[in-house]
């Protein structure tokens, strides 16, 4: 790979790393560690691709690995870590405690839903994407990844229906 293609490489890397990092966050059920874990792997990935994907869709490339790669770790039982209930507590900077409240919130009841349907969810709904790009990203007809979606978005209703106040 030519100067260039390293340059070009690790300016994309940099401009896309937040998006990436948040996008993994929400696919991982918010578990910060395995996130930056994923986007590394997306990363490597897209390096050795670089020469084939750089002029066309580097980004949509690294999101179908991290998808795909988020899909196998949610299927294995053990990732080398253990959850604790309560994460130790850390002073916020100004009063943010209630965006990072709701955050936190939808972030556990991301956690809670199946992968693939976490996945529609984030893709569909975070991400933006058209629902035959999330059905590519799934490998999954578009009816399966639209159903996907719609049964993330119901749990995460029933999930998160004590804390949504009707409005008017």
């Known amino acids: 790979m030519g100067q260039t293609r390293t340059a070009e490489f690790e300016e994309f890397a940099a401009a896309r790393w937040s998006s990436l990092i948040h996008l993994a ?8 560690h395995r996130a930056e874990d994923l ?16 002029d066309e869709a580097p980004e949509a490339y690294a ?8 899909a196998r770790s949610a299927r294995r039982r053990w990732w080398g870590e253990r959850p604790v209930e309560h994460l130790p507590d ?22 809670r839903l199946p992968a693939r349907q976490r996945a529609a969810v ?3 709904y975070y991400q933006d994407l058209p629902e035959a790009q999330v ?34």
């Open 39 to 54: 986007v590394q792997e997306a990363l490597v990935k897209l390096w050795f691709a670089w020469p084939k994907v750089a």
């Open 25 to 32: 966050r929400l696919l991982t059920g918010g578990d910060r």
């Open 90 to 111: 850390v002073a916020a900077l100004g009063d943010v405690s209630t965006a990072v409240a709701e955050r936190s919130r939808l972030e556990s009841a991301l956690a």
């Open 122 to 124: 984030v893709l569909r």
């Open 63 to 70: 999101r179908k690995v991290m998808v795909r790669a988020a």
């Open 135 to 168: 059905a590519r990203l799934l490998g999954c007809p578009v009816g399966t990844a639209r159903s996907h979606a719609a049964r993330g978005v119901a749990r995460l209703r029933l999930l998160l229906a004590d804390v949504i106040e009707p409005v008017g």
